[in-house]
Nanobody, 126 residues
Framework: QVQLVESGGGLVQAGGSLRLSCLAS????????MGWFRQAPEKEREFVAV????????SYADAVKGRFTISRDNAKNTVYLQMDSLKPEDTAVYYC???????????????????WGQGTQVTVSS
Protein backbone atom coordinates (compact mmCIF):
# COMPACT_ATOMS: atom_id res chain seq x y z
CA GLN A 1 0.00 0.00 0.00
CA VAL A 2 1.45 3.32 -1.10
CA GLN A 3 0.59 6.50 0.74
CA LEU A 4 1.49 9.95 -0.52
CA VAL A 5 1.19 12.96 1.77
CA GLU A 6 1.59 16.48 0.43
CA SER A 7 2.57 19.47 2.54
CA GLY A 8 3.79 23.02 2.12
CA GLY A 9 0.72 24.66 0.67
CA GLY A 10 -0.67 27.93 1.94
CA LEU A 11 -1.55 31.52 1.16
CA VAL A 12 1.04 33.65 -0.63
CA GLN A 13 1.05 36.96 -2.47
CA ALA A 14 1.59 37.13 -6.20
CA GLY A 15 5.29 37.02 -6.99
CA GLY A 16 6.04 34.92 -3.93
CA SER A 17 7.32 31.37 -3.57
CA LEU A 18 6.28 28.10 -1.98
CA ARG A 19 7.87 24.67 -1.84
CA LEU A 20 5.58 21.67 -1.81
CA SER A 21 6.72 18.31 -0.49
CA CYS A 22 5.32 14.85 -1.12
CA LEU A 23 6.39 12.19 1.37
CA ALA A 24 5.82 8.61 0.27
CA SER A 25 5.44 5.56 2.47
CA UNK A 26 4.95 1.90 1.65
CA UNK A 27 7.45 1.89 -1.24
CA UNK A 28 10.87 3.22 -2.04
CA UNK A 29 10.20 5.95 -4.62
CA UNK A 30 13.62 5.42 -6.20
CA UNK A 31 11.95 2.79 -8.41
CA UNK A 32 9.15 5.05 -9.63
CA UNK A 33 8.38 8.05 -11.78
CA MET A 34 6.28 10.68 -10.02
CA GLY A 35 4.45 13.86 -10.76
CA TRP A 36 2.56 16.91 -9.58
CA PHE A 37 -0.89 17.85 -10.82
CA ARG A 38 -3.35 20.55 -9.80
CA GLN A 39 -7.05 21.30 -9.85
CA ALA A 40 -8.39 24.83 -9.73
CA PRO A 41 -11.99 25.61 -8.74
CA GLU A 42 -14.46 24.76 -11.49
CA LYS A 43 -11.69 23.23 -13.63
CA GLU A 44 -10.40 19.78 -14.53
CA ARG A 45 -7.27 18.47 -12.85
CA GLU A 46 -4.20 19.19 -14.98
CA PHE A 47 -0.58 18.18 -15.31
CA VAL A 48 2.01 20.49 -13.71
CA ALA A 49 5.38 18.73 -13.58
CA VAL A 50 6.68 15.17 -13.71
CA UNK A 51 9.98 13.38 -13.18
CA UNK A 52 11.47 9.99 -13.90
CA UNK A 53 13.01 7.91 -11.10
CA UNK A 54 16.30 9.83 -10.99
CA UNK A 55 15.20 13.37 -11.76
CA UNK A 56 17.23 13.21 -14.95
CA UNK A 57 14.14 13.49 -17.12
CA UNK A 58 11.46 16.05 -16.29
CA SER A 59 8.57 17.72 -18.07
CA TYR A 60 6.59 20.86 -17.27
CA ALA A 61 3.30 22.34 -18.33
CA ASP A 62 3.76 25.46 -20.46
CA ALA A 63 1.94 27.54 -17.83
CA VAL A 64 4.61 26.84 -15.19
CA LYS A 65 7.75 26.39 -17.29
CA GLY A 66 10.56 28.59 -16.02
CA ARG A 67 8.80 29.24 -12.69
CA PHE A 68 8.34 25.79 -11.14
CA THR A 69 10.97 23.12 -10.52
CA ILE A 70 10.33 19.48 -9.68
CA SER A 71 13.01 17.59 -7.78
CA ARG A 72 13.34 14.50 -5.66
CA ASP A 73 15.38 13.12 -2.80
CA ASN A 74 15.06 9.36 -3.05
CA ALA A 75 16.93 8.87 0.21
CA LYS A 76 14.17 10.83 1.97
CA ASN A 77 11.42 9.24 -0.14
CA THR A 78 10.26 12.73 -1.01
CA VAL A 79 9.42 14.67 -4.17
CA TYR A 80 9.36 18.46 -4.19
CA LEU A 81 7.79 21.22 -6.24
CA GLN A 82 9.51 24.58 -5.92
CA MET A 83 7.12 27.28 -7.09
CA ASP A 84 8.50 30.76 -7.78
CA SER A 85 6.96 33.91 -9.26
CA LEU A 86 3.52 32.65 -8.28
CA LYS A 87 0.46 34.08 -10.01
CA PRO A 88 -3.20 34.16 -8.93
CA GLU A 89 -3.95 31.63 -11.68
CA ASP A 90 -1.71 29.13 -9.88
CA THR A 91 -4.34 28.90 -7.14
CA ALA A 92 -5.40 25.26 -6.92
CA VAL A 93 -5.22 22.06 -4.93
CA TYR A 94 -1.90 20.41 -5.78
CA TYR A 95 -1.66 16.63 -5.89
CA CYS A 96 1.32 14.31 -5.88
CA UNK A 97 1.10 11.04 -7.82
CA UNK A 98 3.14 7.87 -8.44
CA UNK A 99 3.08 5.61 -11.49
CA UNK A 100 3.86 1.90 -11.86
CA UNK A 101 4.99 2.40 -15.45
CA UNK A 102 8.60 2.25 -16.64
CA UNK A 103 10.45 4.53 -14.22
CA UNK A 104 12.89 5.76 -16.87
CA UNK A 105 10.26 8.06 -18.31
CA UNK A 106 8.36 11.11 -17.08
CA UNK A 107 4.65 10.67 -17.80
CA UNK A 108 2.39 13.68 -18.28
CA UNK A 109 -0.96 11.87 -18.59
CA UNK A 110 -2.95 11.51 -15.38
CA UNK A 111 -4.25 8.14 -16.50
CA UNK A 112 -0.73 6.72 -16.14
CA UNK A 113 -0.69 7.34 -12.39
CA UNK A 114 -1.97 4.78 -9.91
CA UNK A 115 -1.46 6.39 -6.51
CA TRP A 116 -2.51 9.89 -5.48
CA GLY A 117 -2.16 12.02 -2.39
CA GLN A 118 -4.98 13.96 -0.77
CA GLY A 119 -3.71 17.29 -2.04
CA THR A 120 -2.54 20.57 -0.53
CA GLN A 121 -4.19 23.93 -1.13
CA VAL A 122 -2.18 26.75 -2.71
CA THR A 123 -3.79 30.17 -2.80
CA VAL A 124 -2.10 33.11 -4.51
CA SER A 125 -3.52 36.54 -3.80
CA SER A 126 -3.20 39.46 -6.19
Amino acid sequence: QVQLVESGGGLVQAGGSLRLSCLASGRAISRYAMGWFRQAPEKEREFVAVTNWSGGSTSYADAVKGRFTISRDNAKNTVYLQMDSLKPEDTAVYYCALTNRDANYAYTAQSHYTYWGQGTQVTVSS
